[in-house]
């Protein structure tokens, strides 16, 4: 098991995860009590998230831009990636948010910092689950995704396990934003000591880099990547009027 020294508490909002240099906000949830599909849940977990990470250090006034959770933010899924972006008032709000979801636990987080990707994966999954969302049961077929650097990473640390190589690529790739199809082997795990790792993305389109952490969460592992933006992205009224703009990078 990961030598994580870091815990996140499970239905509880956490608004000081670092990952790096950044603070980051999140919330985990159980999924035992569904009331809408997977999807929409955990959008919907995702808008709270961005809500809380938006209200961080900003004025009154600047607060009234974002409104209640329920009436302004919405996070929708930018294809084919499937990335959610959110949106306050219809706009793109200058906030990157990440999901991930298991049979057993929902996972948002929010940084207006950096680009930031989150993933779950379960420490103990009971033999009678189904290999489609077993992930523990796909140790060896998850080595034919991984370089032959992470391969040496996995053989040098016992503390580091294929689920969770996963998760940090899986993570990573979401901080990335590269809005393509995962290719696995062009993500790679450079780093992983403790609880922390180092990635980086080689794709046509871009190159990306950044570092992640993993933490504790119930009976699962969380991995966050983050990235550093191009730019810090902030709301600006325009000239003449109230409404508001955003920068480019989101």
């Not at 200058?94 to 929902?106: D, E, I, K, Q």
Request: hydrophobic fraction near 40%; aromatic fraction near 6%; proline fraction near 6%.
């Amino acid at each position: 098991m990961v030598q994580a020294t870091r815990v996140l508490p499970v239905g509880r909002m956490c608004s000081g995860a670092c990952v790096g240099d950044w603070q980051c906000t999140v919330l985990l949830e159980s999924r035992h009590h569904l009331k809408q599909t997977p999807s929409i849940d955990v959008r919907r977990l995702a808008e709270r998230v961005a809500h809380a990470c938006l209200m961080q250090g900003v004025s009154p006034h600047q607060g009234q831009a974002y409104g209640a959770p329920d009436d302004s933010v919405r996070v929708a899924t930018l294809m084919p990636s499937g990335r959610p972006v959110a949106t306050v008032s219809g706009r793109v709000a200058p906030v990157c948010v990440s999901v991930s979801h298991t049979r057993l636990m929902r996972a948002a987080v929010a940084c207006v910092e950096a680009f930031v990707g989150i993933d779950l994966v379960e420490t103990c999954v009971p033999a009678t689950t189904p290999l489609k969302g077993n992930t523990c049961r796909r140790d060896r077929n998850l080595d034919a995704w991984f370089t032959q650097g992470e391969l040496r990473l996995l053989a040098d640390r016992t503390d580091l396990t294929p689920p969770m190589l996963w998760a940090a690529k899986e993570a990573a790739y979401k901080a990335a934003r590269i809005d393509t199809e995962f290719r696995p082997r062009r993500l790679q795990i450079l780093y992983a000591c403790g609880d922390r790792f180092r990635w980086r993305m080689c794709d046509r389109w871009a190159n990306m880099s950044g570092e992640g952490v993993f933490f504790l969460a119930g009976d699962h592992v969380v991995a966050i990547a983050t990235a550093r933006m191009p730019h810090r992205a902030m709301f600006a009224p325009r000239r003449g009027s109230q409404s508001m703009q955003v920068a480019e990078c989101f």
